[in-house]
């Protein structure tokens, strides 16, 4: 049975309304998923402002850094033959480290953003042509070389470039590609059979990402949004049908068909954030209402996106947007609903909602 009180429901569609109107978004989906099902949907405005078309449940949307959840997933499930506490010199014995330190990097810290290292990312992050073999490889060959923050183990740093280095190492363990060890460990066995990796077949429904055009508008972004150069932090796409599947495994892990869905939300690091939340191995991690929230975002150019679950209710919420400025406060209305709060935007909330979004991109 649902545990979201369906009263809350019309509120919470009117309120995505509202933020999504205020600010101009293309196009969104959002779905609470409840017990494994999912129980309420909205689906608003267009794949493509050029060419316009309505998403729905089964239009295929950039993962961006929620890719992250499915590559912790994927590494937890490798289970035995490739530890966490395993340090990425015996997992890559071949990356020559410019700072000696890097030796020693565990694929806990890696995974829980504590491995000291940056997050400037040496390769295009989106480059049409790196889509051979070893474009994974050469990326973390290439980030190996440049200097830390810190020490390992000792502050959270989030990095994308950590995720492919852990990428990198499931890839080696499984003796594939990351692409392929990721979908057999994680997206198959939960069904996500519409979810892929870049570079991405034809479907008959994809959204296109908007950005601001620095005049107040919303405009296509024409640009790339990827390469194989960074698989393990961000190259995923899904739709709202698939991803619902991600969702139930984070909301109730002891249903999931994959195992290690349990130890994503193991606090390691404060993240020293306002909100007090923390580093899990894959998750973001808070609390909220006295409930924890198990989370992750997402932003490529023209996308945003949002996962968080509540295991204590067994239920969580999905976000998908074709707009890279969409607001957090629709995610903050999703979890609202699933904790019998009625959803609302207070008025000055509104006003910064309508404020014009800035021109350029945002990933990461």
């Given at each position: ?157 989030y990095s994308n470039a950590g995720y492919d280095v852990a990428g990198l190492a499931l890839a080696r363990s499984a003796g594939t590609s990351f692409e ?35 005049l107040g508008g919303v405009i296509p972004y024409r640009g790339s949004i990827g390469s194989r150069s960074h698989p393990a932090c961000g190259t995923l ?128």
């Amino acid at each position: 049975m649902p545990v979201t009180e369906q009263k809350f429901h019309k509120p919470l569609e009117s309120a995505l309304r509202v933020i999504s109107g205020a600010q101009g978004v293309p196009g969104l989906v959002a779905a609470l998923v409840e017990r494994g099902e999912i129980t309420f949907h909205v689906c608003l405005g267009s794949t493509d402002l050029d060419v316009p078309s309505p998403v729905d449940l089964d239009t295929r949307f950039p993962l961006a850094s929620v890719s992250k959840v499915v590559t912790a997933a994927a590494l937890h499930a490798e289970g035995g033959r490739l530890p966490l506490s395993t340090a990425i010199t015996n997992a890559l014995p071949e990356l020559a480290w410019a700072d000696e330190r890097g030796r020693h990097i565990t694929l806990r810290q890696l995974l829980s953003h504590t491995a000291g290292l940056d997050d400037i990312d040496p390769v295009a992050w989106a480059d049409d042509a790196a889509v051979d073999d070893l474009a994974h490889a050469r990326a973390v060959a290439a980030f190996a070389a440049r200097p830390f923050l810190a020490l390992p183990g000792e502050r959270y740093a989030y990095s994308n470039a950590g995720y492919d280095v852990a990428g990198l190492a499931l890839a080696r363990s499984a003796g594939t590609s990351f692409e392929t060890a990721a979908r057999e460990r994680v997206l198959a066995p939960l069904g996500m059979e519409a979810s892929s990796y870049y570079p991405h077949p034809p479907v008959a429904s994809a959204a296109v990402g908007h950005v601001g055009d620095g005049l107040g508008g919303v405009i296509p972004y024409r640009g790339s949004i990827g390469s194989r150069s960074h698989p393990a932090c961000g190259t995923l796409a899904s739709t709202a049908r698939d991803l619902a599947k991600l969702v139930a495994a984070l909301a109730d892990p002891s249903r999931a068909p994959v195992s290690g869905f349990t130890e994503l939300a193991t606090r390691v690091a404060s993240t020293g954030r306002a909100d007090g939340a923390w580093s899990g191995l894959g998750v973001r991690l808070r609390e909220r209402s006295g409930e924890t929230v198990v989370e992750h975002g997402g932003w490529d150019p023209g996308f945003r996106c949002a996962v968080a679950a509540i295991p204590s209710r067994c239920a969580g919420a999905l976000v998908l947007t074709n707009f890279h400025w969409s607001s957090p406060a629709m995610m903050n209305c999703m979890l609202d609903a699933l904790q019998g709060i009625r959803p609302e935007i207070a008025a000055d909330e509104l006003t910064q909602l309508r404020r014009p979004a800035p021109a350029g991109r945002s990933s990461g």
